[in-house]
């Protein structure tokens, strides 16, 4: 079985950072893209940012430039830098991995931008 733990959420100002966190454990190999998708207040859930195993990554256009995706395959974990956030980041982060099986989700970690 698999298990996504989410950490790294929390409330900050404007213009400044957050670090988010996703470990996988059970039974799984760090060959998945992972990433997250986020859900913001009156928004529908979108893709954030994906990587793949061997690091191309994916981001949605409005974070290009702000968000570095990255993972630690010997760990099982993928990370988001978030830089420079902004009100409109403000949003439920859920991590995710896709197997050949299924996709899993973290819990999802809040995210709030205000000042």
């Known amino acids: 079985q698999v298990q996504l733990e989410e950490s790294g959420g929390g409330l900050v100002q404007p213009g400044g950072s957050l670090r988010l966190s996703c470990s996988a454990s059970g039974n799984i190999f760090s060959i998945y893209p992972m990433g997250w998708y986020r859900q913001a207040p009156g928004k529908q859930r979108e893709l954030a940012a994906g990587?793949?195993?061997?690091?191309?990554?994916n981001y949605v256009d409005s974070v290009k430039g702000r968000f570095t995706i990255s993972r630690d395959n010997a760990k099982n974990t993928v990370y988001l830098q978030m830089n420079s956030l902004k009100p409109e980041d403000t949003a439920v982060y859920y991590c995710?991995?896709?197997?050949?099986?299924?996709?899993?989700w973290g819990q999802g970690t809040q995210v709030t931008v205000s000042s």
């Open positions: 990587i793949t195993s061997d690091g191309r990554t």
């Open positions: 995710y991995v896709r197997t050949s099986a299924e996709n899993y």
